[in-house]
């Protein structure tokens, strides 16, 4: 690892998109449109845009647990946003101004509802369809606490040591060092509230969990950054055990699959608008079939 450079900050600072690394090309210091582009909208009372990033998983697991519980009412549109500019279209924009995924569209009543933050994406579902959030006042605060904390606790583990670990031009020691402990720390948060509880908001499996998987439950078995052996993963062993139980659930398993554009070709399902596209439309038979067609 290198010392920065010394670096004076101006009296105002000004935006150098060259400065931006990696993602350059897509970073702003403003908000809004860039192009006018419409959105498409399936034949499902609920639409979902999005990519299956941890925030993305988010949404996509807990459509597939809401079906997997009978609820036919949560059968949904899943559309690819890639984040590659297309988030900045206005129909996107006018679904979440802040142009981030997932973004959903409830169009089962009088009225379409927009929903933006996974969060608060979680919450709508688990309340529209009365699942995976607790009616009982202190297992929906605790519930609830968890998925806040996550929401919170995230932007330290995405954006701060994946970023400077990962995705930064140059590898910066204090940078890397800072964020690693509070990663550690989060783990360790993860591991005490496991070592007494199941789940993390007691014996069942909840809206909070859902939440934190993508996240922590990707670092702890190696998916996010290839930084397992960096932050010593397997002596959180708690979380360990959890991690397992949850990537273990069918609905866990096939909300991972929607909106993937990288892996195995048949993990990846790039819009699902049916159940039965996970059979039919995982990436390997699409180009599969595209082969055949074109012999």
Partial sequence: MTEPSEYTPPKVWTWN?????????????????????ELPVGR???????????????????????LALGHKGAEYD???IKIDGN??????????????IPALMDRSGPKPIRVFESGAILVHLAEKFGALLPTEVAARAECLSWLFWQMGAAPYLGGGFGHFYAYAPGKIEYAIDRFAMEVKRQLDVLDRRLAESEYLAGK????????????????????????????????????????DAIAARPAVQ????????WGELSSQLHERHEASDFETKTQDKVEGAAAAAGA
């Fill in 254 to 261: 096939r909300g991972r699959m929607v909106n993937r554009t």
């Fill in 78 to 80: 899943a559309w690819l």
């Fill in 204 to 243: 069942d499996y909840t809206i909070a969990d859902i939440a934190v998987w993508p996240w922590y439950g990707g670092l702890v078995k190696g998916v996010l950054y290839g930084a397992g052996e960096f932050l010593d993963v397997q002596s959180y062993r708690n979380v360990q055990r959890w991690a």
């Fill in 44 to 66: 499902h009372p609920l639409q979902l845009y999005s990519l299956a990033t941890p925030n993305g998983v988010k949404a996509t697991v807990m459509l597939e647990e809401l």
């Fill in 17 to 37: 998109k060259e400065s931006g690394g990696k993602f350059a090309g897509i970073n702003r210091p403003i908000a809004g449109a860039t192009h006018d582009k």
């Fill in 87 to 100: 988030q900045f279209g206005s129909g996107f924009v006018a679904v979440n101004p802040n142009s981030k």
